[in-house]
């Protein structure tokens, strides 16, 4: 079961701003890369649903996130359908992600008050979602859908929409600073943040010190 509302969750996620997406296989390299991510400041992370059996991967690192990294918000994404969308949340899901729209996934949420964010493209997409009940709307693939400058264009008639773009985002001050000019209420973070050595293993104290970074940019941008 969710452990924080919706509510909750959608003011962390504007609090922190940066929301890391990541999958991988192995749990014990998610929950490096949780803890990581937790030492930087994060405090909303988005687990994606990817490979077989990652709902097992998920419940391991959500069990961990529990008992060792207090206030961490644990959510999952890619997700397409109302019965993957159950079986995250019996497993302890915050938050729900999707790429598109799925009535049966909003209303799987709705019924356990469970924060659904689904993916849009378009200002009518958006706003059926919000009827869906979405309190923030995914735009995906980010850059490709219309960057900046699409968020600007869709905050004008409809300032009350909260959107996290992500897919292109990059988690420097230059990458960072027009998404945020333009009103986005967070944003996600996946590859471009998840560096790695030469040898192939995660750059752990770079991951970290990206995300401190861009942190502390919305900290300084939004005052």
């Not at 890391?20 to 400041?41: I, L, M, N, R, W």
């Not at 009350?160 to 998404?179: C, D, F, H, R, Y």
């Not at 000019?181 to 970290?208: L, P, R, W």
């Amino acid at each position: 079961m969710a452990s924080h509302s919706r509510i909750q969750v959608v003011q962390e996620m504007y609090q922190t701003g940066i929301i890391p997406v990541f999958y991988h296989s192995d749990s014990e390299v998610c929950k490096k890369v949780v803890q990581t991510c937790y030492e930087a400041g994060v405090r909303v992370f988005e687990f994606t649903n990817r490979g077989d059996f990652a709902h097992e991967v998920f419940a391991e690192v959500n069990k961990y996130v529990v008992e060792n990294l207090p206030g961490m918000i644990m959510g999952v994404g890619s997700v397409v359908e109302a019965g993957t969308a159950s079986i995250y949340m019996q497993l302890g899901a915050n938050f729900i992600v999707a790429p598109l729209i799925n009535e049966e996934v909003a209303k799987a949420c709705n019924r356990r008050k469970v924060a659904w964010m689904p993916g849009c493209g378009t200002v009518t997409e958006i706003s059926y979602a919000e009827e869906l009940g979405a309190e923030v709307v995914k735009i995906f693939p980010g850059t490709q859908v219309g960057g900046p400058g699409f968020v600007k264009a869709v905050k004008g008639p409809m300032p009350w929409t909260n959107i996290m773009p992500t897919g292109g985002v990059q988690a420097s001050e230059e990458g960072l600073k027009p998404w945020f000019d333009a009103g986005v209420h967070c944003v996600g973070v996946g590859s471009q943040v998840f560096t790695k050595k030469q040898d192939g293993t995660f750059d752990y104290k770079q991951i970290e010190l990206k995300l401190k970074e861009a942190i502390e940019f919305v900290k300084k941008q939004r005052g």
